[in-house]
């Protein structure tokens, strides 16, 4: 067993695309709790109370929800260039930004296995609050803003794939851990959990059961608390938000979840707990997607069962095959 | 800016002496909740029920309580080699042992600068539950047995150092990532928080105001809740256990946490969140020693000031210079 | 407006039917953490940490599941005598106990106007603990265990009626309190939710759909805590206990619940939260029982729908007539 | 034994005297988050989200901070009689208000036998939420703020008195239940906690050290859980408001608790869980103040010990007299 490789140090931010910019944007802004650190164009960028990066959602007006692109920041200018030339060689690069995004350096574009867009970069400029955000603790980025559900970070992104595997298995290849699986009987590859970082994931790839490319499932952002979780359901019903599904507690992963629809019709998850993993070793746990009752588990060892929309439905929209 | 070492993976486990083996076996037993894994000559292993490790406490008896060594696990047996070499070329090491621990394979120890012994192995030993602890999540070690504070798994540990920049310099070298710190006037460095992982930290190095050399501040375990923390204040309390110090919430690493001292002598703490961090180069926050009202704050932004043996009592006990 | 009436001061207990005693009694003792009082005849007497009667469930070797009577205490024996003087002229009563049960005096026995058994005393027998047992805090009857979920004391009641307005009627005249109501269209009552405390209510009606009488649809234990609520889910999932729905937040009390079966059959709730009324003239807030969307919130502002069992199961079972 | 009399319901509200009547509404508005509902001469009428009473707080500009009235709420009008005809008997009358305050019908005014001033009343004005306030629950007065502590509703007030016991038997003679006492040797009365509710206290009498008459100690607020009362604490830190004592849990009460001091000086409490008390005829619990570890357990049974001005400081400010 030779060394793993840390290019990649972890999730940085992710473009959603929305058809409805200025709904999205308070829906973000006001329920979640998210900040504006800036506006360019068709995009507004945003970051958690604890994020310390300029953004870490690029909230940007388009004809149709979905996703973007995903950015993740190297360790180093030196793993930056190594990822770079890797993807190259894989045949998935699209090259450097001849202009950098708003709040960080020289950045690297590539495609992943299903389609999606993936950026690298190492420079990032850091949060700096006003003197009315002040924190109280100098090892936060700033004041809580004590707004919505008030979500304190990013946390990982779960992305559709017409075929999860070739896109876990580059990951793999990047140095990402891959923690969980569901599988139908050892043969078919329905989801991963990855990650690159000590939690139960980061980043997880689902099979698009329409079978389209380069879709979202959900992104999801952190609160410290199951309880500020539950707060979050009663606040967004409140406000007129659709809740899918939760408050529950996943099996895989072990995070409790609450899943909702932005008003430009993207899922985003606030979610807490789950495990963290601190060996590069450890997993897969496999989960068998044939028996009924592990499936169910694997979903929800706290809480009812999912709607089948949880597995069907993602952005931007597109109809399930008829049978 | 070069790349970051990621020889080690995470701290693995950590070796307490005690003077009444049986009573602390039974506070960690017990009162705590770890489970026992193994017995042999004076040694009790154990391990908390989310820890998949053979052991991540061993329990020795000895004349005096403190801290026997600190084990910390490689990303992979190439890392282990590595990590050896420059320990050894640092004049820290002792050697490979002849005969490996319980649980684990090849052993490479080493002095750190203050005289703490560490120890770095590759080679692990997975615990597999008997069929009545097999637990209905399969990414969990075990069921959990719902005993006593019920703590899931080691989360960190607290050295004591005569000084403490030598210590947190060599473990830079090792990779591990300075989070916050404590100064005298950015003069004298008074503690410092460290990680490998994304915990807020898994190391730290307080100045021993004894001048004592090797001592320990405290061993920490994780509950997955603040209320949990709460829970076992008082479950401590009813037992006749010598609470210290909380619960509250530290301002550095923004845990909340609960120090008891089990019957050996040694300062223990129950801990729960904190954050995390994902970047390689956060850090490090400072905090000055000499501002008394920054300094609280460090301490505690939620509850009480800490009485004055949070700062200077550890194990072995050192009596105080006379000033 | 006249006085209210203050002849009795709380739920005392209920006795619960089973047709497997010892699982249930496993159920009782084991995962929900109940203590044995005292067992008699074909009876186990059994209490929460917190209740300081001698019990507060009376579990019964029966054919069938279901509610065997329920006891309520009045505030002083004068109360005792207006109040069986009361039900004698209502033509419910059915006299003075020759022989009163384990752990209180006089005793009154009646029949609810749906068939139900119910029973008044004034004279009760404090819990008083063994030596082991002894509180830290002498404001606490013992003890807590911290065994199982650890539930702390009985809080209410809810029983099926063929129809609901004639028990809900009996009780305002005997003093309770009617919070809330569910109706169709304001002109059938399906269900009512009343108290003689301070809770959201200590006893609910429920219109039985089976048109049978007599029957129970739940009995509910307090713990002090949603995190609880949650921890009692998955403890009781992983044992092998079938849970039925939650955890979630009723509309209806705001209280957080979750539903599951003991091994006789009998539904039993998990429950804390919900509001505190102090106002003796507060209510009844009327929910729409055929406005799907105001169902649906009154029976889950927090977590999915309910299954359909939550309103036809009961015990002892009945099988719905086929429409 | 007699009935237990029935002629006050509940708390109703108290008036707070400030010195700096901007300051310490921005306080009760912004940081605990009431809702002001009117303003008239020189007071602000406040109530929490949860508070279905015009208002829970009256807030009156004054020279000095302190207590003006404390206001109960009776059963009916003829409780409302009953129990002025019996205060009228006391010698403690002061007699019918000419003109009732807001929100509220006829009134009647008392003293306290330690001077402070009281008033009952039956008629309330139930509070009626504009448009955009109306709630998601019809079973709550109105939306949650979501802004600051968030506090739910008014709890309890806690008063100083030169000598508690002619105050606390008073009120047993007007219905309430004497909980938890704390003495000197049984002879010496230091503390009553008294309920009218299932609270484990809706009134309290502390001797005043100072012995001055007719002093406050604290008015308490309602949150729904111990992880409120902490992110309170954080809150309200960082709002630059003084934390005296917490949080922690009370062994008497076992309530979790916050205090500070609002700008006009008055303690405000925090509060959440307490144990329900559903017996007529429960306590009361003495503790002892002599025996130093019971009076530090009864205290704080989670946390640390408290502050030797929690039990000297009150508003309108003293000096203790030098011994």
Redesign the interface.
């Known amino acids: ?4 490789r ?1 290019w990649i ?3 940085a931010h992710v473009e959603l695309l929305t058809p409805k910019p200025e709904e999205s944007l308070v829906f973000f802004r006001d329920l979640l709790g998210l900040e504006v650190t800036a506006q360019k164009g068709d995009s507004v960028y945003l970051r958690g109370w ?1 994020d ?1 990066f300029h953004h870490t959602v690029k909230l940007t007006a388009a004809k149709e929800a979905g996703v973007g692109h995903i950015g993740w ?1 190297t ?5 930056l260039e190594e990822a770079a030339r890797f993807l190259e060689g894989k045949g998935l690069g699209v090259g450097w930004a001849e202009e950098g995004d708003l709040g960080q350096g020289q950045t690297y574009r590539f495609r992943l296995p299903d389609g999606h867009q993936g950026e690298l970069f190492f420079e990032v400029e850091r949060y700096s609050p006003p003197s009315e955000k002040k ?6 980025p700033q ?2 803003p ?3 559900a008030d979500v304190r970070r990013i946390d990982h992104v779960n992305l559709y794939a017409s075929d999860p595997t070739p896109s876990r298995e580059l990951f793999q290849e990047l140095g990402f851990k891959w ?2 699986g569901l599988w139908v009987k050892n043969q078919v590859e329905m989801a991963a959990w990855m990650a690159v ?3 139960s994931h980061d980043l997880a790839f689902m099979r698009d059961p329409t079978g389209a490319k380069g879709r979202l499932n959900h992104l999801a952002f952190w609160v ?4 500020e979780v ?1 707060r979050a ?3 967004l ?2 406000a007129g938000v659709f809740i899918e ?5 996943h ?4 995070a409790f979840f609450l899943y909702v629809y932005e008003p430009g019709g993207n899922r985003i998850e606030v979610y807490s ?1 789950g ?2 993993n ?3 070793d ?1 997993g897969p ?1 496999l ?1 068998d997607f044939d028996d009924l009752a592990e499936r169910a ?1 694997a979903t929800a ?4 069962p999912p ?1 089948e929309s949880m597995f069907a439905y993602g952005t931007p929209p597109v109809m399930l095959p008829q049978s």
Do not use: Q
């Open positions: 067993m030779g060394k793993r840390h140090e972890r999730l604890g310390w920041r360790e180093s200018p030196e793993d924190p109280l603790l100098k090892n936060r004041k809580r004590y707004r919505g923690h969980e970082s000590n939690l410290d608390t199951e309880a539950i359901a009663e606040l019903r409140e599904y939760g408050p529950g507690r099996g895989i992963s072990e707990g495990y963290l601190f060996d590069s450890w746990i989960w588990l060892v706290v809480g009812g709607p």
